[in-house]
């Protein structure tokens, strides 16, 4: 397949990708867990890459859920100090390519040295006007929506917002996507049926894309794939096919 099946006036403003199955790629080769994140880390920089290239405006990869500091401690360090390497390694890549990046999550929840490194980064990429790069770490969906109705909550008991102006916008402007569109096309790797905790409000009319490929053999092809899938769908919204024509 090539990029020229694709329709570069129809592409998806915003992919999300559920990065899933780093695990079972080293189990199938005999390697340790972490050798499948390394791969991983490979396969994020290629995505982000091409997704530049097409011209996908708005990129956000689950890279650490709210769910993941339950696993053993060696590997969530391990997971840290790779994103650590990672990050110093790819601002380079990252202001050639026009990338500008930013992340979503409990961050305060990260070890001092990620949240360092990530600030430094999303500073030194902020001018970038190419493909916003959103990177979710420490996310899970429960607790953006907790903590978006905690603050609105707060804001109605001060009387600075009344109960009857709330609203979708006004929601989303608490929720820690507040810049970024809704989700357009949503894909899960590994064979997984499942959305684990990611993006809930923001999913509610993205096309989801399922495949069995595990994370770190995602490739240019794969997202090509997945973003020709999208572009066969009929997105209705809730409307008639007819009423579209
Ligand atoms: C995804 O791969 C990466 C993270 C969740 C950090 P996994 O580590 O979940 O891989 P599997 O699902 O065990 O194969
Ligand atoms: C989802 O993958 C989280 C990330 C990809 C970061 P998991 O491997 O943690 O999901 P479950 O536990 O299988 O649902
Ligand atoms: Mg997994």
């Known amino acids: 397949m090539n990029t020229k099946e694709l329709n570069s006036n129809e592409l998806p403003q915003h992919v999300a990708i559920i990065m899933d199955g ?18 991983g880390a490979e396969a994020v920089r290629k995505t982000v890459e091409s997704a530049a290239k097409l011209g996908i405006k708005h990129l956000t990869l689950y890279a ?31 202001t050639e390519n026009n990338i500008r990046l930013g992340a979503i999550g409990s961050l305060e929840q990260l070890p001092k040295k990620v ?19 959103t990177l979710a770490l420490s996310y899970g969906a429960r607790e953006e929506i907790k903590q978006a109705v905690i603050e609105i909550s707060q804001k ?3 009387n600075i917002i009344p109960v009857e102006s709330i609203d979708e916008t006004i929601i989303n402007k608490h929720l820690y996507t507040q810049n970024l569109p809704d989700v357009d096309l949503l ?11 990611f993006l809930l409000w923001q999913i509610a009319y993205a096309e989801l894309y399922f495949t069995d490929e595990l994370w770190p053999d995602f490739n240019e092809q794969s997202l090509h794939k997945a973003i020709l899938s999208y572009q066969k769908r009929e997105r209705r919204f809730g409307k008639t096919s007819e009423q579209l024509t």
């Not at 790629?25 to 994140?37: D, E, N, S, Y």
């Not at 894909?187 to 905790?197: D, L, M, P, Q």
């Open 64 to 94: 650490f859920s709210t769910e993941n500091w339950r696993r053993p401690k060696t590997e969530v360090t391990t997971l840290m100090g790779l994103l650590v390497r990672s990050l110093r390694k790819e601002l380079e890549r990252m």
């Open 115 to 133: 949240q360092l490194e990530l600030n430094e980064v999303i500073l030194k990429t902020q001018d970038n006007t190419g493909t916003h790069l």
């Open 22 to 39: 780093n695990g079972r790629w080293a189990q199938k080769q005999g390697k340790l867990r972490i050798r499948g994140h390394e791969a």
């Open 156 to 158: 109605v008991k001060n």
């Open 187 to 197: 894909i899960r790797t590994s064979g997984e049926v499942r959305i684990s905790n």
